[in-house]
C-alpha cells in the first residue's frame, strides 16, 4: 500500500523555466510534508517542508504547495538550474510520526 | 562538521551469508532511523532508535533483519541468510529529536549486492 506516490519517474526541463514535481497522498491523517534531494553517491537532503495548517511555503527558489482537498502537493522550482539536478523525493508524516516516503522523481535541467 | 557516516560504501556477497552494516550518527543526535532503497522504489523505513526507548522495529521486513545501537551512538544493521530481493542501498539517518519535525540527517548509504 502506497500511501506517498510519486507517479513521474523522471522531469526533464530547460535552464531557467518552472520545474514542477508532483506527489500524491492516500493518508488524510498526514499533517506535514517534506521534499529531499538526493545526489547520486550521496544521502537525501532536506530541501522543504510544509505543515498542513498551510497551503504554501516558500524557501528562494524552492515552493512548496499543498492541496489537501486533493491529497497532492507539488515543488516548484523557479528558475531551474543545472545544479538543480537531482532526484527529489516526498514525505509525509502523522502526528510527529516516522516520514513514509515516494518513490522520488529524478529531475534533469538542460543548459 | 562530521555528518553521518556508513560503512561499507558497497558489499557484495552470497545468497545466505550473514552482512553486517554500520552506522556513525552526527554526535549528540538522539534518534536514528534505517531506511532501504530497492531499484525503483522510495526510501522504505526498516526501525527507528530514540534516546533510551525501544526501537521501532515495525518497518523490518523478515526476522532476518534486526539492528542495535550501542551506547546511544552507533548502530548495526545486521541482516541474516541474505536473499537477493535484499539487495538494495540501505540509508541510515539521525535527527536531534524524534518525529518528523527534526530534519533527519542522511548518510551517503551502503549499497549492497546479494548474488
Known amino acids: 500500500d502506497q500511501q506517498v506516490k510519486q507517479n513521474s519517474p523522471s522531469l526533464s526541463v530547460q535552464e531557467g523555466r518552472i520545474s514542477i514535481l508532483n506527489c500524491d497522498y492516500t493518508n488524510s491523517m498526514f499533517d506535514y510534508f517534506l521534499w529531499y534531494k538526493k545526489y547520486p553517491a550521496e544521502g537525501p537532503t532536506f530541501l522543504i517542508s510544509?505543515?498542513?495548517?498551510?497551503d504554501k511555503n516558500e524557501d528562494g527558489r524552492f515552493t512548496v504547495f499543498l492541496n489537501k482537498s486533493a491529497k497532492h502537493l507539488s515543488l516548484h522550482i523557479v528558475p531551474s538550474q543545472p545544479g538543480d539536478s537531482a532526484v527529489y523525493f516526498c514525505?509525509?508524516?502523522?502526528?510527529?510520526?516516522?516520514?513514509?516516503f515516494g518513490q522520488g522523481t529524478e529531475l534533469s535541467v538542460k543548459p | 562538521g562530521a555528518g553521518v557516516s556508513q560503512s561499507p560504501s558497497n558489499k557484495v556477497t552470497e545468497k545466505g551469508k550473514d552482512v553486517e552494516l554500520r552506522c556513525d550518527p552526527i554526535s549528540g543526535h538522539t534518534a536514528l532511523y534505517w531506511y532501504r532503497q530497492s531499484l525503483g522504489q522510495g526510501l522504505e523505513f526498516l526501525i527507528y532508535?530514540?534516546?533510551?526507548?525501544?526501537?521501532?522495529k515495525s518497518g523490518l521486513p523478515s526476522d532476518r533483519f534486526s539492528a542495535e545501537r550501542t551506547g546511544g551512538s552507533v548502530s548495526t544493521l545486521t541482516i541474516q541468510r541474505t536473499q537477493q530481493e535484499d539487495s538494495a542501498v540501505y540509508l541510515c539517518?539521525?535527527?536531534f529529536g524524534q518525529g518528523a519535525y527534526n530534519e533527519q540527517f542522511f548518510g551517503p548509504g551502503t549499497r549492497l549486492t546479494v548474488l
Open positions: 539517518a539521525s535527527s
Open positions: 510544509i505543515s498542513s495548517i498551510k
Open positions: 514525505a509525509a508524516s502523522a502526528m510527529r510520526g516516522k516520514l513514509i
Open positions: 532508535f530514540q534516546g533510551n526507548s525501544a526501537p521501532d
